[in-house]
């Protein structure tokens, strides 16, 4: 896990739009990269339509765009190659950027605050720089510089282009390509430290926790939560679970609990077994063990169950039962087959009619709602991230499953509706796709490793044939989101149809797609569990 992963997806997909344009200062290259300027061309299209300027007169159409790279950098732990709005020192020579004093690689926060503490102080040769005067060019700020190196900050031996965005009637006067050219002149990534800002894309911008993390995250939909037998089910899972994740675990919430706080510090919390036995039918079953630093902090452990009321189980109308786990990417990719080993064996236990395990994002338990909005725009780059919480989409469970992934998993009587373990066998073949039987229904695993889908690229075979095949199983509709409160991004309505759809293909495709399957991962030995059919 050394060397930088470089992202390979926009921020959306299409071209150029004849709305804003992309101005290369000459560096070493005497253009764009054709792939980094299709991701900086991809936010321009998407920031078009913003207003031209705001109260300050800022132009909102910039600031959309920075904002937009900004949260890809975020989400990559600030090791993205596109650097939106990075201050440069331009008394130095030559021209030294201003960082983040925790994370080099990070553009630092308040540059008023910056300047007030390190523009006065000598450096090392004790030589001081000029009295700091607003507008004359003592720093500077290109739109977007592309590193070579995204785990290195962008240095002069660092930059691999400078870019200047202009959305008409806007231009570069000589001044300031002068000083871009001075500038100019001058991820595989560490996934266990990607930590999301929370409320990132919300109206009151980043706040100082943890909002989202991305983990491997399996969901697994159930019923009858409210028996004794089923409660002890879902205990034996949290063995299972807590197994290898307790030194990980450091918070545990409780929605509604009948006795006792709905908070406890991990290690001081009664075992899940005894709070479970002083609960009545219908009592709620709430549980989410989380592994933040601090209690609404998201982490990339997390196990969490919710369970309905006995009388709210009695009408299937309601609703199900569901729980979701996640394991860190790291810990996925060293351990290749132990995510899937989890995810079979509860949905064993609890005899589970549906459910699916692939790219997620944990979001803070209980700051969901302002985490949401990067979960949406997360889910417009990678089209193979799981979009959503589990209670929502817990309501419309009874009435269908609600994606497919990585690992689907259908109940008996699904897998009767389509065909039967003959359909799928001849529709999915096994040098891609491996069966596991859970006694109440199949997991389908699709390939070696779980596949995040960019955006921009031709959809995934492993996820599309799946996804035709159990498509009539699909619930109507599903929620995903809660509404949008400040007109920050959020899947509801025809947006969440559209995910709902996002793997659909004409039937005429079909034939194309299984040729396209030819040339993704095949499974192996090490990357399927040793009982499949």
Not at 112 to 131: F, N, T
Not at 235 to 261: Q, V
């Amino acid at each position: 896990m050394t060397d930088p992963t470089r992202p390979t997806t926009p921020l959306a997909t299409g071209g150029m739009s004849s709305a804003g344009t992309t101005t290369q200062v000459k560096i070493t290259r005497p253009r764009v990269d054709p792939k980094d300027k299709k991701v900086i061309c991809s936010a321009i299209c998407k920031c078009k339509d913003a207003p031209g300027m705001g109260k300050d007169g800022r132009s909102l159409k910039q600031s959309c765009v920075s904002t937009r790279l900004k949260a890809l950098d975020a989400m990559l732990a600030h090791r993205s190659p596109y650097k939106p709005e990075i201050n440069y020192d331009m008394t130095k020579e030559p021209p030294e950027p201003i960082m983040d004093g925790d994370q080099e690689t990070k553009g630092h926060d308040w540059l008023p605050g910056w300047i007030k503490k390190r523009w006065d102080v000598a450096d090392e040769q004790g030589v001081k720089r000029p009295p700091f005067k607003p507008g004359k060019g003592l720093i500077r700020r290109p739109d977007v510089v592309i590193v070579n190196d995204p785990t290195k900050p962008p240095t002069e031996n660092n930059i691999k282009q400078v870019v200047e965005i202009k959305f008409p009637p806007d231009k570069m006067d000589k001044p300031q390509r002068d000083a871009y050219e001075q500038i100019a002149g001058m991820m595989r990534e560490h996934p266990e430290k990607m930590r999301v800002p929370g409320g990132l894309l919300t109206k009151q911008g980043p706040q100082d926790y943890v909002g989202s993390v991305p983990a491997i995250t399996g969901t697994l939909f159930f019923i009858d939560a409210h028996l004794p037998e089923v409660r002890e089910a879902i205990c034996m899972c949290f063995d299972e679970y807590n197994s290898i994740a307790n030194k990980h675990l450091t918070w545990l919430w409780r929605a509604e609990p009948p006795e006792g706080p709905d908070k406890f510090a991990h290690a001081d919390a009664p075992p899940m077994r005894k709070m479970m036995k002083r609960m009545d039918e219908d009592d709620v079953v709430s549980f989410a063990y989380i592994s933040g630093a601090q209690p609404h902090d998201a982490g990339d452990w997390e196990f969490q169950v919710f369970g309905r009321r006995g009388w709210e189980a009695k009408m299937i109308t309601r609703g199900t039962s569901a729980l979701r786990f996640s394991m860190p990417l790291l810990y996925v990719e060293q351990h290749p087959i132990a995510f899937q080993e989890m995810f079979v064996s509860f949905a064993k236990r609890l005899r589970a009619i549906h459910g699916y395990g692939g790219h997620g994002l944990v979001l803070s338990v209980v700051r969901e709602g302002d985490n949401q909005p990067f979960e949406a725009y997360l889910a417009d780059v990678f089209t193979g991230f799981d979009v959503g919480e589990q209670v929502g989409a817990s309501r419309t469970a009874h009435l269908g499953i609600k994606t497919v992934s990585w690992l689907t998993a259908i109940g008996a009587d699904k897998v009767e509706k389509i065909g039967g373990l003959s359909v799928i066998r001849s529709e999915l073949p096994m040098d891609w796709f491996a069966l596991y039987d859970y006694g109440a229904g199949l997991v389908i695993q699709a390939g070696p490793a779980p596949e995040s889908a960019p955006a921009d690229q031709p959809k995934p075979a492993r996820l599309v044939l799946p996804n035709m095949l159990l498509k009539e199983l699909r619930a109507p509709k599903v929620s995903l989101h809660y509404g949008s409160k400040d007109g920050e991004p959020r899947l509801n309505g025809w947006a969440a149809e559209q995910w709902l759809k996002r793997f659909d293909i004409e039937e005429a495709e079909l034939m194309a797609y299984k040729a396209k399957l030819l040339n993704e991962p095949k499974l192996t030995p090490a990357t399927m569990l040793p009982d499949r059919l």
